[in-house]
């Protein structure tokens, strides 16, 4: 478990001599960290040396920083906890960069923990010597250089807090060696000197009221769902919500699951690679109740034609992202889970449900749309093996209790499509930074976080060739994490792009693996500890994926070569209207405004 300190913590004991490495070890315990993922090196080795002794906190020695900065991420993710990850000076530090720009992109909570050359050899280009302070500032929610051995405790303290309170996200904690090595008094828990930090949690009471009325007035309104609402664990407020009020609800890639795709007032995701129904909500509606989401470019597309007849109330916990992309009509900050209990009591208190217009013509049209451009795919006219087949049919097999990772491009996009989430926290992926190489580390992240559950990491086989070295901490550490390696021989996302906008001229896109089998995904998974199969017929899939649940004590990877020319519709050209939606290629819904 990893936790933000609270006020109400146990009492202060008395003091302790300790070393600064001490003091870090013993903060993490206190803190609650099971898991840290890491690698060791000279100006981290004070810490790795107290590590040995600790009964409490696991450390996981990954194959590179970066794999250990996304593993955190996927057992946050996963758990709602705080992720831990460590490095030393120098390339250790700067190896985490990507993972903790994702992590801040994602409104992760992360904390990061590097070592640094001692004090007196700052500013002198030393040996390993970053400013990784100076680096990360412009991509965490705060960064700490700790000068002083007694500021240890303190500093970890603030920084878990930060990380898990408001929006949550990224904090670096740079700590020198001979800070390490200095003494110490320990005592917990510390005080906390946050002065400026206070988030907004609770929502203005006349901004609710404003809300609920407009609510009231309306009749095209839709339920514009982001990530923040699996941030603040409001999946069941946002529920009960909808079913209150009858209002149509599409969640974004970050909030797969916030929301059961079963449920008859879902639309699916919108955006780029949305489905037709959930931008066509977003385009013809009057009203937008957006929680935690920020209009991000993917969803709106050209800014200036996205949702123009429609009135904004936009909640979220963080003031910034209010107005930022889109005017704002009713601006509401608080957290998610506690903005909608409020908003629960208000309209049933002033007993606007039965008032309401009746949002049944806008429901229909949207259900017309859906049945109209339904999500589907053609199988492959060679008779190569559809993609799309393959990850439904996994998502069939594993069902809604599993745990899927993914990497970034196509089968990111399908598998968002494909599998049926009705539960937050079972979709994991890289969606602000879009970062290769995400899923196999952060599947061990979610497995450590939830090792009895089934946690699938959905791979491409350019993404797969970033970070498959993680498979042998896998095997090594006893983490039996599943690969689905969606293999199409391409960088496919980048294929797609140049087929649609540079005329099929594919520069720099064939990986080799389909044409050369370089590198042998099966071969290779096995070098790495790891059972590995072979699928290239829809016939053998449903089998192989059964083969593959059925090993539980092991990694497993199941290399499936698919079609190398398939497409991801539907699909929004970067930069143009979302009312340029093309369900598939050659066709382009027209959107009639609901009777």
């Not at 405790?153 to 408001?166: D, M, N």
């Not at 909608?340 to 806008?362: F, M, N, Q």
């Amino acid at each position: 478990m990893t936790r933000a300190l609270e006020p109400t913590d146990c009492a202060h004991r008395p003091p302790e001599s300790v070393t600064g490495a001490q003091a870090v070890v013993r903060s993490l315990e206190e803190l609650g960290v099971e898991v840290v993922f890491g690698i060791p090196g000279g100006a981290i080795l004070p810490v790795y040396d107290l590590l040995l002794q600790s009964r409490q906190v696991r450390h996981i020695l990954v194959r590179h920083e970066q794999g250990g900065g996304h593993a955190a991420t996927g057992y946050a993710q996963a758990s709602g906890k705080v992720g831990v990850c460590m490095a030393t000076s120098g390339p250790g530090a700067t190896n985490l960069i990507t993972a903790i720009a994702d992590a801040h992109m994602d409104s992760v909570p992360l904390v990061a923990i590097t070592g640094q050359v001692s004090t007196h050899l700052i500013g002198t280009d030393a040996f390993q010597e970053a400013d990784i302070v100076g680096m990360t500032a412009p991509i965490t929610k705060h960064t700490f250089l700790v000068t002083d051995a007694d500021e240890i405790t303190r500093t970890l303290a603030e920084a878990f807090h930060i990380a898990a309170t408001g929006r949550p996200g990224a904090v670096l904690v740079d700590i020198p060696k001979d800070i390490l090595q200095a003494r110490t008094a320990f005592a917990w828990p510390p005080e906390m000197q946050l002065p400026g930090y206070r988030p907004q949690t609770e929502p203005s009471a006349e901004r609710i009221r404003q809300a609920a009325q407009l609510i009231s007035q309306v009749e095209r309104p839709v339920l514009y769902v982001g990530g923040g609402v699996i941030k603040s664990d409001a999946s069941r407020e946002l529920l009960e919500f909808a079913e209150m009020t009858g209002i149509p609800v599409v969640t974004t890639l970050m909030a797969r699951g916030a929301f059961p795709d079963s449920h008859a007032l879902h639309y699916g995701m919108p955006g780029m690679h949305g489905t037709v129904a959930a931008v066509a909500a977003l385009q013809k509606s009057d009203l937008l109740i957006t929680l935690g989401a920020r209009f991000d470019d993917r969803v709106t597309g050209e800014s200036a034609s996205f949702a123009p007849a429609a009135r904004v109330i936009h909640i979220d916990i963080d003031p910034a992202e209010i107005g930022k992309n889109r005017a704002v009509d009713v601006p509401i900050v608080g957290d998610c889970k506690a903005v909608l209990a409020v908003l629960i009591a208000t309209i049933r208190a002033a007993g606007a449900v039965g008032t309401a217009p009746d949002l049944t013509p806008w429901t229909a049209y949207l259900d017309q749309i859906e049945h109209s451009y339904p999500v589907s795919y053609d199988k492959p006219v060679n008779g190569a093996l559809s993609p799309e087949f393959v990850i439904e049919a996994l998502g069939k097999a594993a069902g809604p209790e599993a745990i899927y990772t993914s990497g970034v491009g196509q089968h990111q996009m399908w598998a968002a499509h494909y599998i049926r989430y009705e539960r937050p926290r079972t979709w994991l992926n890289s969606g602000g930074l879009g970062t290769m190489g995400y899923a196999v580390p952060a599947a061990i992240g979610a497995k450590l976080a939830f090792p009895h559950r089934e946690v699938w990491a959905i791979d491409g086989d350019g993404c797969f060739q970033m970070t498959n070295q993680e498979l042998a901490t896998a095997a090594i550490e006893g983490i039996p994490i599943k690969v689905a390696l969606i293999n199409n021989g391409n960088l496919g996302m980048v294929r797609q792009l140049q087929e649609i906008h540079y005329a099929g001229r594919y520069s720099n896109v064939d990986l080799s693996t389909h044409s050369r089998h370089i590198p042998d995904f099966v071969k290779l998974a096995d070098a790495l500890g790891c059972v590995a199969f072979r699928c290239d017929r829809e016939e053998d899939v449903e089998s192989v994926i059964a083969q593959a649940r059925a090993i539980d004590d092991q990694p497993v990877v199941i290399d499936f070569i698919v079609g190398d020319d398939v497409l991801v519709w539907p699909m929004i050209a970067a930069g143009a209207s979302n009312d340029d939606i093309m369900a598939a290629r050659g066709i382009r819904p027209l959107f009639t405004e609901a009777d």
